[in-house]
T-cell receptor, first 112, second 113 residues
Framework: GAVVSQHPSWVICKSGTSVKIECRSL??????MFWYRQFPKQSLMLMAT?????????EQGVEKDKFLINHASLTLSTLTVTSAHPEDSSFYIC????????FGPGTRLTVL | AQSVSQHNHHVILSEAASLELGCNYS??????LFWYVQYPGQHLQLLLK??????LVKGIKGFEAEFIKSKFSFNLRKPSVQWSDTAEYFC???????????FGAGTRLAVHP
């Protein structure tokens, strides 16, 4: 199956700083990708959908100015958590849609 | 709004036991249904899917699921589990194929030898 990587796999930062998470598809190009977040013992919640070359569509309740998504190319998407706070601590997972959804391994963000 | 409910958060079984994980969904239109598996330290992987046709769907590694429209259910089954089935299992509902998946909370399965 297709391979999707995320970097970093985990990050710890101070409150108020910004954190960028990269998501790469390693062996295919796809126009559509998704970002999810998962709190402990809870479901994956879709945050946003983006198509390469256009703005992301955010789900209800997700602040677009706080979670900046840049779908820079068919193989790279980034999620930037701006001015992170402890409540943003979570597991962030990206996926690419190419006939089916292929998921990255996730990035664990801890904000102190 | 769509939602997915998985009944069991943790399941512990011995090898060779039978498995059934419950999944119920709420959605007013045509749905596509999925089960994903996440082995320790690995990515989410597609286990099986239902789009249309035969409501009994067979997936990889001996898993199957049955879509019962009247019960809004898509339960996952395996007649005899193995230690290697230890993982977390997620039920998901989608509209428009694989797009915009709504996930259940997941069921953590531990299989003891």
């Amino acid at each position: 199956g297709a391979v999707v990587s995320q970097h970093p796999s985990w990050v710890i930062c101070k409150s108020g700083t910004s954190v960028k998470i990269e998501c790469r598809s390693l062996d295919f190009q796809a126009t559509t990708m998704f970002w999810y977040r998962q709190f402990p013992k809870q479901s994956l919640m879709l945050m946003a959908t983006s198509n390469e070359g256009s703005k992301a569509t955010y789900e209800q309740g997700v602040e677009k100015d706080k979670f900046l998504i840049n779908h820079a190319s068919l193989t790279l998407s980034t999620l930037t958590v701006t001015s992170a706070h402890p409540e943003d601590s979570s597991f962030y997972i990206c996926s690419y849609s190419y006939n089916e959804q292929f998921f990255g391994p996730g990035t664990r963000l801890t904000v102190l | 709004a769509q939602s997915v409910s998985q009944h069991n958060h943790h399941v512990i079984l011995s090898e060779a036991a039978s498995l059934e994980l419950g999944c119920n969904y709420s959605y007013g239109g045509t749905v596509n249904l999925f089960w994903y598996v996440q082995y320790p330290g690995q990515h989410l992987q597609l286990l099986l899917k239902y789009f249309s046709g035969d409501p009994l769907v067979k997936g990889i590694k001996g898993f199957e699921a049955e879509f019962i429209k009247s019960k809004f259910s898509f339960n996952l089954r395996k007649p005899s589990v193995q230690w290697s089935d230890t993982a977390e299992y997620f039920c998901a509902v989608g509209s428009g194929g694989y797009n915009k998946l709504i996930f259940g909370a997941g069921t953590r399965l531990a299989v003891h030898p």
